[in-house]
């Protein structure tokens, strides 16, 4: 296994590559590539990984889990001022708080209990970081995301009876079929309320994403390597 600290060369090249690909989909597209924002999501990659993302001038970086990010990211802020931390996986209620300390953006937004355990933590915390309500654009069982029908009231309850600093969307679409749709249906409903981010797009589907209007793509694998 090679080891990020002694050689950061791979994700550096890998970052490149990256960068480069969502280029040329916003060429595609007839978008400006400035107006998609790379995260690299580090999960499961120890610190040094992000530390070579670092030095490769990557500064936007995504984790599923709240304690990884705490054991990964607040050591790394004084170094790197413009470290921006979006959590990205299911969170917990009991974890509000703890979210609420360690992220720039929150993406996982997708039930009425936990907007209203984000409103309490934030007051407590003084600390408003960005959410986004993730949305089960599927519908898919298995899945986390407010189901679609659900989601138009959901968002708006979370502007207006709890005065949350939504600023978007965020979407898994189903790892089978195209996901164009999906996406498109995502930015139809973003449009619907006004709403200007939209996270939606991962390795192996932020061409399509971009090209339907993505504004956040989460990449990990095409980064980091296989986990
Ligand atoms: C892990 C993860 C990603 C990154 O997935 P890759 O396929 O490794 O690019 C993106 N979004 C979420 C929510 C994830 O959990």
């Known amino acids: 296994m090679s080891d990020p600290l002694n050689d950061p060369a791979p994700i550096a090249a890998n970052l490149a590559r990256v960068r480069d690909s969502i280029a040329e989909a916003c060429l595609r597209a007839n978008r400006d590539p400035a107006s998609v924002t790379l995260i690299a999501v580090s999960k499961t990659n120890p610190q040094a990984a992000v530390l070579a993302a670092l030095a490769a001038t990557?500064?936007?970086?995504?984790?599923?889990?709240?304690?990884?990010?705490?054991?990964?990211?607040?050591?790394?802020?004084?170094?790197?001022?413009?470290?921006r931390l979006h959590l990205i996986g299911a969170?917990?209620?009991n974890k509000a708080r703890d979210a609420v300390r360690v992220a720039d953006v929150i993406e996982s937004l997708d039930r009425?209990?936990?907007?209203?355990?984000?409103?309490?933590?934030?007051?407590?915390?003084?600390?408003?970081?960005?959410?986004?309500v993730q949305v089960n654009i599927g519908d898919e069982p298995q899945k986390a995301g407010i189901p679609t029908a659900e989601a138009d009231a959901f968002i708006r309850a979370c502007l207006d009876d709890h005065g949350l600093p939504v600023e978007g969307l965020m979407c898994i679409p189903p790892v089978e079929g195209d996901?164009?749709?999906h996406f498109a249906a995502m930015r139809e409903m973003a449009a619907r309320h006004g709403l200007k981010t939209l996270s939606m797009g991962m390795s192996g589907d932020y061409q399509a994403a971009?090209?339907?209007?993505?504004?956040?793509?989460?990449?990990?694998?095409a980064i980091f390597g296989a986990r």
């Not at 990557?58 to 790394?76: D, H, I, Y």
């Open 91 to 93: 969170l917990q209620t």
């Open 58 to 83: 990557q500064t936007v970086f995504g984790e599923n889990r709240v304690q990884e990010a705490q054991q990964k990211f607040p050591s790394l802020r004084a170094d790197h001022p413009a470290l």
């Open 112 to 132: 009425p209990k936990l907007a209203a355990a984000l409103a309490e933590a934030m007051a407590k915390e003084g600390r408003r970081p960005g959410l986004l």
């Open 179 to 181: 996901p164009r749709p």
């Open 210 to 221: 971009i090209a339907e209007g993505a504004t956040h793509v989460r990449i990990g694998t």
